[in-house]
Each structure stands twice: as structure tokens, then as C-alpha cells.
């Protein structure tokens, strides 16, 4: 996530995407992919870098698939290069440009390379690096990344009488501010492309997330509510938020106008484009939250270039030179993009207008970082959780391991730990979310390893004296280590997985959530290999129950618990301070989320 952010205040230094600098950036990642393909050593030789000369043999064609935002622009430069008879090795370069969805190809590209999942292109350009982490977390195929094509800051618009009545352009706020107003008041109707995919509204909502917790550490109260607010006002695509806006007389009031102090989470490329359609739709103005603007940042990566020919494999890296130099700069800015990687570049005064920003909206400034990998994660999660409910069987560590002090802690146990952890997750649940809640030893109830504390309910369901909610909390507060306890995993996790399968409900995401800590295992049930294998044997497509298996501490094997979870085609995780187990849970649910979506 590192590279989401805007340039500092503009400085008298170029740092274009044509600069020295940036021309030896690039040159570093030609040597890198390089080194992986066949005749590395004859580079410079070759006539990779030299950029002159007639076509000496046929072309040599690589296909790019890039996100639908900047799709046209690469276009253009492609036609160009073509028209240009630009060459690489002597052949003239044929860069094949096409437009497909960024969450799908994130997804196919984490498939593998299995059949039909085999990619059909060389490169791969998404708006944000947030669908480079989704396509490799888990294995897929190999990305090489080689650089940033563009910049495009996350911003709010609204159309003109809305962002009036905000105070625009006079009036700026923080990213919690901005959702303080939206949740706690009605003067902001929000809206945004669904955070599950779209860059925008994930990079969106991490910012909250961040922003948030500077005013209010360790709150995800205000993350939830916006998320819960924006799944009332969400499309598929940034392009279909963007239909939703009819036109606007400017005064807020006419047939079909925006409701007053409507507005979204978008791009500033987005609005430059819808600004400069002149097809009667209301121009929008730009909000730049004053905290740190996170970037749409088009990552350049070459698709598994141990599959790529020599010829392929630096045309493709030809093609990301020519990308730096003026004219294709030129080009990206026409289409409403800043340059990448030029942090000393002053930024385009009539990209910005044309966009909807003006000053004193902070566009050219950014002083706190954007939202962190951990921020953005975790607010996935959360919109995972409310857009499609939750129903999870919480199994718990109770062996007597879990006394064990917790480092740098003040003297709290590896249990007390867990409990405040399980606590503050609970508190970003809806009342539609259900959640049961086991704990497992050894020999807890007769010769069974488990014992259910709480059925799994709906947190909203009335029950004796409050709702479930109370009741699980009180049951969670009451947990305790079981003296001379042993760790009965193997059991446990079979009961709870068949358990959990058994009352599958369609349309929520399904899962196990087992945490332990792994010390004194008790070997008198199944073994591992047999648990593995009857996992593997109850796995139910038509119900998916992923495991999410937490290690707790450092006596816990993460291989060993990942393997466990893999098998019910779930994922395991470790912490090494259980505080951080409600941040893992989110990031869990994230993770095997969208892998289960109905």
C-alpha cells in the first residue's frame, strides 16, 4: 500500500515520468525481468534500449489487459507506437490493449495456471496495487511488477448545489469528518462502487478506517456505520455510480436532481472524465480529505515471464519505457491522469479544474500517509461482513496454556488477551450476523474435547434478559483456562466444522473460527492425517464452510493450523499477540470471503 500516495507540495525539481530518475527506475526493472528469461546477457546489445530504426522483421505482439479507466489512454499510446513503427530488438512493437474488470482478472490470476485460468495476456495493468495483493496472497500466477503507468488521487464529489451546502470549495474536512457527517447527520447522502471491486471505494473506506482510529483508537464504529450507509447507495463499477447522477440544474431542486448533499466516493480521473463529456449531466466538484489522500496507482507487471518469450518479454518492458516519456505523458493527462512517480511534479492545474477541484482544497498536498495495507484489509472485512451477513462458530482455546503471560502485556494471560480481542470484533457485527461461541480442551463434557457455551444465532435475536449478543458477550467475559487442560484440536475441529455445515444458511458467509495456542497437545483422539482427510471428504461446494484457523502465541504451529484450514478450504493464521486476533479475523474473512461469494 505504500505507494497510494499524492505528491507532496509542489517543488521548483522535475520529477516527470521522463526524468532521469525515473528513466533508471525503469531500467532496474528491465534487468530484473531480464534475468529470468532466456539471453539476459546479451540486453544492451539487443537493441532493447534502442528506440530508433525501421522494422527489420515481423512485429512482435504483446497483449495488455488494463483497467477500464485507462484502457484508452494506453490505447492511444499503443496506436501511436504502431503508427510510429517504434521498435524493440528491431521489430516493431504491436501492443494489443484490452479493457476487463479489475476484481475478475485478480481473481482468475489467483486461480493459477490450471486449464482455462491460463492467462491470454503479457500484461496486466489494474488501477490499484489492492488487486496485485488479492491476485498473489495466495499463490496464482507470478506477477513481475515493473513500475506506475499514472496517478489518480481518491476524492468525494457532488454535484454543485450539494457540495455548496458543504462549503466547497471554502470548507474542507477529514476523512472522519466526512463520515461523521454522512452517519451521524443527514446533510451527506454517500455513495460509492462496491469496496469488494472497486479500488476506489476500498481505498475510500481504509482512509475512513484510518482516519477514524486517529480520532478514536481502537473504534471501527464509524468504518461500520459508513460501510452499513454506503451498501444503501453502491453500484458494481465507479462508471455506474457515476450513471447514477442525473442532471442538475445546479440548484439541487429540479426533475431528477441529486438529492441535496449527495455525493460519492470517486476518482479525480473519473471526474475529469465525467466533467468533460458535456452531455448535460451536472459538473461535479471535487472534496480532497485534508489527511492523506490515498492514489489509484496503475501498477505495470509483467504476467508470469517465465512463460513469455525472450522477444515478449522486452517488447513488454519497451513499451513501459515508451509510457515514460513525454509524449505518452501528455497523452495520460489528456484522459485526466496525474504522472507516476513524480513526486516534485506540479500537478496539472487544468486537469484538476476540469476535475471539479479548486483551491483551497488541498489536491496538491498530502501530509498524513494513506491508508495502510492493515487499514485497507481490514476495512474489506468489514464490508465483506455487512454486505452479506455472518454466521460463524467461534471456537476458543480453554487448554491450561492459555494462563501462559502475554509479553509486554502487564502480567495479562494469553486468555485475557483473547477475551478483550473477541470482544472488540463482536462490537463490528450486525444484528443480522450470527455467532456461536465453543470452547475446547480435553475431556470437557464426558470424554468430549468441546463444549458449546452458545448456540449460533443472530446477535439481534431477543432472548432471556437482553439479546444474543449480551449473552455471548457474558459468555465470552466468563471464559477461563481449564487447569491440567490439554489442547483436544483435532477432535474439536471436526465436531465444529460437521456442526457448522450441518446449519449452513444460503446467502451468508458460512465459516469456523478456531483459535489456539497449540501447547500441550492431547493425542488421544484422531490424528492430524485422519482429520485432514475427512475434512477434505465433508467439503461441500454447494455449502461452503471455510476454516479460519488462528494461531495464538509462540507456541502455536501456523503450519500446522494452515494445513487444517486448507483442507476445508479455509486459510490459517498466526499472532504472536492475541490483540491482534480481531484484526486477523476481519482480514480472514476478507480473504476466504470473496473466494465463497454467493
Known sequence: MGRHSLPHKPARSTGRAGSPRHRRRIAIAVSLVLAVTAGAGIAVGSGLLSFTGPCERAPVRVDLVASPDIAPALSAVADRARRDQVTSDGRCLDVRVEARENYKVADMLAAGTTGSAVPDFQIWVPDSDVWVDRATTAGGVPLTPAGNVALSPVAVAAAPASAQALGWPRKTYTWAGLAAMATETDRLLLGAADPARSA???????????????????????????????????????????????????????????????????????????????????????????????????????????????????????????????????TLERYGFRAADAPDSPVPSALVRTAGGRSPQPFAESDISPPSSEAVQQALGLWTVTVQSARLTTVVDASASMTAPVPGRKGQSRMEVTKASLLEALATFTPEDEIGLWEFSTRLDGAKDYRKLTETLPLGSPVKGGTHRGRLSAAVTALKPIPDGDTGLYDTALAAYKEAQAGYVQGKFNAVVLLTDGSNRDDDGISRGELIKRLKELVDPGRPVPLIAIAVGPDADRREVDEIARAAEGAGYEVSDPADIRAVILRAIMAVGHLHES
Open 200 to 330: 476506489t471505494g476500498l481505498l475510500a473506506l481504509g482512509s475512513i478506517s484510518e482516519s477514524s482510529r486517529q480520532e478514536a483508537p481502537k473504534s471501527d464504529t464509524r468504518t461500520a456505520a459508513t460501510a452499513k450507509l454506503l451498501t444503501r447507495h453502491v453500484s458494481d463499477t465507479d462508471a455506474e455510480m457515476l450513471r447514477t447522477l442525473a442532471s442538475d440544474d445546479g440548484s439541487g431542486g429540479g426533475k431528477g436532481a441529486p438529492r441535496p448533499g449527495e455525493a460519492m466516493l470517486l476518482s479525480e480521473q473519473a471526474a475529469y472524465a465525467h466533467n468533460s463529456a458535456d452531455d448535460g449531466s451536472a459538473h461535479l466538484s471535487l472534496f480532497y480529505p485534508t489527511d492523506g489522500a490515498p492514489a489509484l496507482d496503475y501498477p505495470y507487471n509483467l504476467v508470469d515471464v517465465t512463460r513469455l518469450t525472450t522477444d515478449q518479454s522486452r517488447a513488454a518492458m519497451r513499451f513501459m519505457l515508451l509510457l515514460s516519456e513525454k509524449p505518452s505523458y501528455r
